[in-house]
């Protein structure tokens, strides 16, 4: 019985170490981890979070989706968003809706 690889040529190896030594065998961590994923998404997150906190603005939320909806109401207004204080980002679609938003203040 050979204590080598199945894929080695000379099958005359002491150990099966020498043997996987002998072939150069390499281990490859290619594999995608559901936590990077989620690391990559939630730096994503919190970097677009920091830079509308930066302009002043203060979304719903850190998600790039909050940001991006607190950053064009904050066009609408004309001013930074304040989820604290104006209705949903979600609701200042328009210069119409700005207005209404503006005139409450």
Sequence with gaps: MSICRTGCATKDHDSYADCLIAANVTVSATAVSP???MYEKTKTDLTAYGSARRN???PEGTTVEKVRQAETASRALGRPYNANVD???SMIV???AARFVNATD
Excluded: D, R, V, Y
């Design 35 to 37: 936590l990077k994923s």
């Design 56 to 58: 002043g603005i203060q």
């Design 87 to 89: 209705p949903p980002a």
């Design 94 to 96: 328009n210069k119409n």
